[in-house]
Structures are given as C-alpha cells and as structure tokens.
C-alpha cells in the first residue's frame, strides 16, 4: 500500500447533476480520488437529490457570501478538498477559490473552446450558438479555471459532428455522451499526474 490518500473531490454543480452522477459512479470504484462534497447555488437543483443518494453532503451556497465574503474557502478546507470539477455550475468562480485551488479546478463546457465561450455560454445557449453558426463539429472542452469564463488552459478536447438536421436536442445528447465517456477519465488522469 502506498501513502497516498485518495484525493477529496467537491463537485460544483447548479442543474441536474447528470454528469456529478457519472463522476461519482466512476470514483466510487477508484483509488485515486473520491466526491466528498458537492456544492450549489440551486436549493432545488437535482444534483441535491444525486447527493443525497449517495450520502455525499451538500452545501447550498448564498451569492452573498460566495462573492463578497469567504467564498466558503473555510467549508472547503474543512472538508478537506484536494480538487474543485465545475459540472454545469452557472456562477463564475471567485478568485478567493481560484488562489486557493489554482490549477485544481476545473470546468467541462459544451462546445470547443475558444469559440462559444464566455458569460452566458452554458447548456442549450451555446447549442444553439453552434447550430446558428453552421459549425460542422462541436464537441467538449474540458480546461482550467481562471478569474474569467471560458478561458483557462485546455486540458482536452475532442469532438464530434453536427448534422444539418441536427436540433439543440440531438446536438445536445451528442454532447453529453461525450462528458459521460472523458470527463471522469480526464480528471482521473489530472490527480494522478498529481499524487
């Protein structure tokens, strides 16, 4: 046996919390890290009921405190955190965080950054932005976070087609096939590098 201990994950998520689930089934087989945490601006988001499920705590966080107070570094210090996965988390990380977690955070986005990035680029809108543009691929950018949106060093990406009868729907699905399959893969790999 090694030393090392297994890496504490917090998710950062505001909707569903599809891809926190996918991240949690393929950590709860792993050595490398585990989801101790997950976090929400949303008190109804899905992810919550994903947590609860899974007998992960919650922390339900207040835009107050997030952007103008301790950013609840204190919370996550005190869950021990070792890395920050933002899954569909609509609010821009403060930079309290980001100086305590730089480079340990990271972010999926739906498209192939640098193109439809940025403030309000989240889910369908940036679907939407694809289809809009005539793009002939889109696919996923996994990268880290910085103080800005959409703009930290890539990490992955990889890509897929988009269809000329494609809707945001089936564009969409696409999309989410590809975060099941990399994303846990991606940051897996990340802590390892890192251990």
């Keep these: 046996m090694t030393s090392q201990h297994k890496k504490n994950i917090a998710i950062f998520a505001s909707g569903t919390g599809t891809n926190a689930a996918n991240i949690i089934q393929y950590f709860s087989e792993k050595q490398t890290a585990t989801v101790v945490l997950i976090v929400s601006n949303n008190p109804g988001a899905g992810v919550l009921k994903i947590a609860e499920a899974n007998n992960i705590p919650a922390l339900i966080i207040q835009k107050e405190k997030f952007f ?57 809108f940036v679907h939407e932005a694809v289809l809009s543009a005539k793009e002939k691929e889109s696919g996923i950018t996994i990268h880290f976070v910085d103080e800005l949106y959409d703009n930290g060093k890539t990490i992955f990406q990889t890509s897929c087609p988009v269809y000329e009868n494609d809707t945001t729907e089936t564009l969409a699905k696409r999309i989410h096939e590809l975060e099941y399959k990399y994303f846990p893969k991606v940051i897996e790999e990340l802590i390892e590098k890192k251990s």
């Design 68 to 124: 103008k107070g301790d950013a609840y570094v204190p919370e996550l210090k005190n869950a021990q955190i070792d890395f920050i996965v933002l899954a569909g988390f609509l609010w821009k990380i403060p930079s309290l965080i980001i100086n305590e977690y730089r480079n340990n955070i990271i972010n999926i986005h739906p498209a192939l950054l640098p193109k439809f990035g940025g403030k309000g680029m989240y889910g369908n």
